[in-house]
């Protein structure tokens, strides 16, 4: 690349990591291109983790102009952007004043770029600006605008979480991508900007020289990556900050339901709070608290993701990062597939938990499907407790839940009573897991079958917690 002039608007890096998503790459790099901002100050780089679904040469047809890197495997998020740093940090210094750090599923408003830069420019006291990120399926609700640790249950407090912008309601992301992005003037209580601790590098404007100097990322894989740079960032003196009229909007989270991801979130949180000094006191308490969650997960059913808790700690305490080979016993099939179970003539009985949502999973249809093509297949509903059937299904019969304590009592009279108990993953009910059932467990995006829960597995959970204390 040749060297570039500094011009009357600052030369930004666009880098892009993606792995297997074309379609959702592609759309963003068309909203990069409406960009409110010179297009001779950008240069785009799309580093690609060895996709396998025609990404490469997609983008190459599409735009030529584009650089491009692609690695030989998928070395995760961390990995991906640390390919584009590097070779970032390998470029003539007058070449570009800033990164701007992207995840391939966001679309970008036509603003976000321009505001991020006009903050940094009159702000020589920040080094990092990120955009509000808004939820892609639900376009006029905030996702975070920042965020802070929770050093105590290791964790992110997303600010502004599922804030709704009222006035756009019902309107489109691409609708949105143009529209007067400063949500101070929607919002009560809002500042143009805000110092945070921490900003996610699905849109992340960074000082070039304060990434070539804060170096490359910690070898996590995949999540805390980007906040321990940020952290990383403020204890050499800097200001994090996130910009109310920068606007993203990113694929939500909120279906998706944790699985191996939960191996990397613990590992890597101990990881970051020791990094940045937490003591040996509060990695104790962070562990005792990771073993109570693994707990819970045995109660639930759910023993292979109990597993990753423990192995989550044993992995920290041995030093042991990057990518991890994790095989899980049980694997999520799209929701289309569950009339396939309901057809099965070994299920004879099955109950449904309140918390499911049989329009958002589609699970309405597949009842109804395999009701009419097994008269005798018995479908109990459990209601709220002290709530009316909510469910409207052909010959449905409503199994009535006890209020407070009342309520363990009806757990134990239905024990032995079904085949299967379908359960909400987005609220499972310890109770229904001990039924004596197999379990299904269903969310927006897929459904799960496991066998029922074993009783020593949860002997183990008790000493492992009760072991921490030692």
Avoid at 434 to 444: R, T
Avoid at 449 to 460: E, G, I, Q, T
Wanted: hydrophobic share 45%; charged share 20%; aromatic share 12%.
């Amino acid at each position: 690349m040749t060297t570039r002039s500094v011009t009357t608007a600052p030369n930004v890096l666009i880098i892009i990591v993606t792995w297997n998503k074309k379609q959702y790459v592609l759309e963003l790099l068309a909203s990069l291109v409406t960009l409110d901002y010179p297009n001779y100050a950008l240069d785009i780089l799309v580093v690609d983790n060895a996709s396998t679904d025609g990404t490469a040469d997609a983008i190459a047809e599409a735009y030529p102009q584009v650089n491009f890197i692609y690695n030989e495997e998928n070395v995760g998020g961390t990995g991906g952007f640390n390919t584009g740093l590097q070779w970032a940090f390998q470029q003539p210094k007058e070449n570009y004043q800033y990164l701007w750090l992207l995840d391939n599923d966001v679309l970008v408003h036509s603003r976000a770029l321009a505001e991020l830069v006009a903050l940094l420019e009159a702000k020589p006291d920040v080094a990092v600006a990120g955009s509000t990120m808004m939820q892609l399926d639900y376009p006029w609700q905030i996702n975070e605008m920042g965020a802070f640790i929770d050093r105590k249950l290791g964790h992110l407090i997303l600010h502004r979480h599922l804030e709704p912008i009222g006035a756009w309601q019902g309107r489109s992301a691409q609708e949105l991508l143009t529209v007067d992005s400063d949500l101070s003037k929607h919002l009560m209580h809002c500042q143009p900007y805000m110092d945070v601790e921490y900003v996610a590098a699905a849109s992340l404007l960074v000082r070039a020289d304060v990434a070539k100097e804060a170096r490359l990322w910690r070898d996590y894989f995949i999540h805390f990556d980007d906040v321990e740079w940020c952290l990383r960032i403020a204890e050499m003196g800097y200001r994090i900050v996130v910009s109310a009229k920068s606007l993203i909007w990113h694929l939500s989270a909120a279906a998706k339901v944790p699985t191996w991801v939960l191996y990397y979130d613990n590992r890597n949180m101990l990881d970051l709070l020791k990094t940045h000094g937490a003591n040996a006191r509060t990695l104790r308490r962070l562990i005792r608290y990771i073993f109570k969650k693994a707990a819970y997960y045995h109660l639930i059913g759910k023993p292979d993701l109990a597993q990753l808790h423990y192995e989550a700690v044993a992995d920290f305490k041995a030093g042991r990062f990057g990518k991890k080979d994790i095989k899980l016993a049980c694997t999520y099939q799209p929701n289309d597939a569950v009339l396939e179970v309901l057809l099965n003539p070994a299920i004879k009985k099955i109950l449904v938990a309140w918390t499911v949502n049989l329009q958002a999973t589609r699970l309405q249809e597949a009842l109804v499907q395999a009701k009419l093509s097994r008269p005798e297949l018995s479908m109990d509903f459990l209601t709220l407790p002290g709530g009316k059937p909510i469910f409207q299904m052909p010959c449905a019969r409503f199994v009535f839940m006890s209020k407070n304590v009342f309520r363990w009592k009806r757990y134990w009279q239905l024990r032995g009573r079904y085949d299967l108990v379908i359960q909400s993953d987005y609220q499972p009910s310890i109770g229904l897991s001990w039924l004596k059932a197999d379990l299904l467990f269903v969310n927006d995006e897929g459904f799960c079958r496991r066998p029922k829960p074993l009783f020593r597995n949860v002997l183990k959970a008790v000493w492992m917690f009760c072991r921490s204390f030692l």
